[in-house]
């Protein structure tokens, strides 16, 4: 975990954490990240190619070109 000083809050990183998982793994996986952080109040920054998923799982996306 590490502080986001912009945002005023502790994240979590996540670099595509359910790339090679069938589909209904992945959404298993990103419900339980997603509850962690929510119960927590913690961001999460995550890196991912999926940008169908990433629209799915992100309040705000950032494309790096």
Known sequence: MFYVPLLDTPAISQNEISTMLDVITQS????????????????????I?????????????????
Request: net charge positive.
């Open 28 to 47: 298993q996986i990103w419900e339980i990240v997603l509850h962690y952080a929510k119960k927590n109040n913690i961001g999460i920054l995550v890196f």
């Open 49 to 65: 190619h999926n940008e169908n998923l990433a629209k799915v799982t992100c309040s705000r996306i950032i494309h790096l070109h």
